[in-house]
């Protein structure tokens, strides 16, 4: 009894080796995740980096679909989805501000931590409300596919993007290890970790508008 292989090994190769390229490539989950991490250790790092990833699954999802297609052919959707996404990002940032730059008008100059939950869904939300995202796949996936292959293209491209992710989601959980054992330190100190947030916030506003201004 053979066992077919979605794609070639040596295709399944360059793609693994595209995958790690990618994925150490820094961009605005890789700030997201980094940021919480720093300003709340490594738990918060992978939470952001678990809803990053499931957002990513939505967009290995309308790939396998087709959906992607609609944004990649439709400059209205892809506008309408990319501004959504751009507000959201500076929306996330404003807050983040906010809530530092409250906490230090307070006597014990403590700034509040977001939750556990807050922090899976705003990981989740900026990867899935990211059209480009989507269009990566679409773009991305197709040429590691073999349509001579016994198996169907879209079970190849759900075979691909589920490889993509879980690729990504072990670079991050690294990344997350490593911020967290490395700023420990500036954590403990409570005026650091004020400016650490109101940078975070500075950075997703200025990638909110990075994204609203950039064309497919």
């Not at 773009?139 to 990504?168: E, H, K, W, Y």
């Not at 700023?183 to 970790?193: G, H, K, L, V």
């Not at 940078?199 to 200025?206: D, N, P, S």
Request: glycine share 8%; with cysteine; proline share 3%.
């Amino acid at each position: 009894m053979t066992i077919d292989m979605p794609i070639t090994l040596h295709a399944y190769a360059l793609f693994l080796a595209a995958v790690v390229l990618l994925c150490i490539v820094p961009g605005p989950d890789m700030a997201y995740l980094l940021g919480r991490t720093i300003t709340q250790g490594r738990r918060a790092g992978l939470v952001a980096a678990i809803g990053i990833n499931a957002g990513a699954y939505a967009h290995v999802g309308a790939a396998v679909l087709g959906l992607s297609a609609i944004l990649a052919s439709s400059a209205v959707a892809f506008t309408i989805v990319k501004l959504v996404g751009a507000c959201y990002l500076v929306w996330i940032g404003l807050r983040t501000i906010a809530a530092a730059s409250g906490a230090s008008s307070n006597s014990v100059a403590r700034t509040p931590s977001a939750t556990l939950r807050r922090i899976f869904w705003e990981g989740f939300l900026s990867d899935a409300l990211n059209p480009k995202v989507s269009v990566f796949f679409l773009a991305f996936l197709p040429q590691f596919v073999d349509r001579s292959s016994s198996v169907s293209v879209p079970m190849q491209l759900l075979f691909l993007g589920v490889t993509c992710n879980v690729i990504a989601i072990s670079i991050n959980g690294v990344l997350v290890a490593i911020a967290g054992t490395v700023t420990r330190a500036i954590r403990a100190n409570s005026a650091w970790r004020g400016w650490l947030n109101r940078a975070l916030g500075g950075l997703f506003v200025t990638l909110g508008i990075r994204l609203a201004v950039q064309k497919l």
